[in-house]
């Protein structure tokens, strides 16, 4: 399978061919750090890149794999969070000036459950301030972008999140939704998103 391809390969898919060691978490990581690298300066999707880290966690599962010991369900796969969530030892901004600087000493729920679920932590994705609109700007930066048409928003305020997986930064990725800000991002950007209940 050609890089191309696996950008956009869905996740199920992509734990199969871990699983089948026809690829690794370690060039799948690598391949979407580079993506990221290429994409993000126009679409300004993440806020934090995580690419020291991603890659050891990612030799970690593959590690696991080989070892036979891949019960967990997410294990090696990519995935983005959202800024809204506190991540132990990853800047967390949530958006605003005021936490710009911030790397919390512990995780939210969201959080520990996807570092449970062995997933790799790419990075944290674009919010507006406290996830308080339906665009994806704030004054940490430039708006984040959508990916389809770069002079139209991806909606809000999970958008940062919406245009890593639509614009194949990454093939899943955390959102929050109280209002919409899954929903419209997904809307948006092409997507399917889910807001559990």
């Known amino acids: ?54 890659l050891q966690w990612a030799r970690a599962a593959d590690e696991q794999i080989r070892a036979g010991a891949a019960n967990r369900p997410l294990l090696g796969i990519p995935i983005s969070i959202k800024d809204l969530e506190a991540t132990k030892g990853i800047r967390t901004t949530m958006g605003s000036l005021v936490f710009q600087d911030t790397v919390p000493e512990m995780d939210s729920v969201v959080a520990e459950r996807v570092r449970a679920s062995g997933a790799i932590i790419l990075g944290k994705t674009n919010t507006p301030e406290f996830g308080l609109q339906g665009t994806t700007e704030n004054r940490l930066g430039e ?22 997986v639509a614009s194949g930064m990454c093939p899943i990725a955390t959102g929050t939704d109280g209002g919409g800000s899954i929903r419209n991002p997904s809307s948006f950007c092409g997507l399917f998103g889910i807001k559990p209940t």
């Open 1 to 54: 399978m050609q890089d191309a391809d696996l950008l956009y390969t869905p996740v199920w898919k992509l734990r199969e061919m871990l699983d089948a060691q026809q690829v690794s978490s370690v060039e799948l990581t690598e391949l979407f750090l580079r993506r990221i690298e290429r994409l993000n300066p126009q679409l300004n999707a993440f806020l934090t890149v995580t690419g020291d880290e991603a």
């Open 143 to 164: 708006p984040c972008r959508n990916p389809w048409n770069t002079e139209r928003t991806p909606g809000g305020s999970s958008g940062g999140a919406g245009a890593a």
